[in-house]
Nanobody
Framework: EVQLVESGGGLVQAGKSLTLSCAAS????????IGWFRQAPGKEREGVSC????????YTQDSVKGRFIISRDNARERVYLEMIGLKPEDTAVYYC????????????????????????WGKGTLVLVSP
C-alpha cells in the first residue's frame, strides 16, 4: 500500500525558511513522479513542484521558482521541499502526491502544471506565514 506522510509545517515569519518532508513507502515501481501541491484558504489546489524518478526531471511553478527547491533522498524514500523567503501568500496546506504510472521526463509537467495523473495523496501539512 502506497503511503505518503508529510511533516515540517508550522508557523513562520515572512522572509524565513522552512523545509517540508514527505515520507513515501509502498511503491512497486521505480518509475514515478512525486511532488508537492498546496491549497490556500478559499483557493483551488495548485501544483508547486514535482520531480520524476529515476531521471529527476523537475517542474516548479513560476510563482515559487527561485524560492522553493524540491529534492529527493532515494535511500530514505523521502522528498523534500525547501522553502526560502516565505511570503504570507505561501500560507496553505501543502500536500505530497505521487503518480505511480508516469516516471517520464514529462511527468512533472503533467502532474504539477496540468494537475493530471495523481494516484495517491498525503494528508497534508499546514504552513502559516505571518507578515
Amino acid at each position: 500500500e502506497v503511503q505518503l506522510v508529510e511533516s515540517g509545517g508550522g508557523l513562520v515569519q515572512a522572509g524565513k525558511s522552512l523545509t517540508l518532508s514527505c515520507a513515501a513507502s509502498g511503491f512497486t515501481t521505480d518509475h514515478y513522479t512525486i511532488g508537492w501541491f498546496r491549497q490556500a484558504p478559499g483557493k483551488e489546489r495548485e501544483g508547486v513542484s514535482c520531480v520524476s524518478h529515476p531521471d529527476a526531471m523537475i517542474y516548479t511553478q513560476d510563482s515559487v521558482k527561485g524560492r522553493f527547491i524540491i529534492s529527493r533522498d532515494n535511500a530514505r524514500e523521502r522528498v523534500y521541499l525547501e522553502m526560502i523567503g516565505l511570503k504570507p501568500e505561501d500560507t496553505a496546506v501543502y500536500y505530497c502526491a505521487v503518480d505511480v504510472d508516469d516516471g517520464s521526463n514529462l511527468g512533472p509537467f503533467r502532474m504539477c502544471a496540468l494537475s493530471f495523473g495523481m494516484d495517491y495523496w498525503g494528508k497534508g501539512t499546514l504552513v502559516l506565514v505571518s507578515p
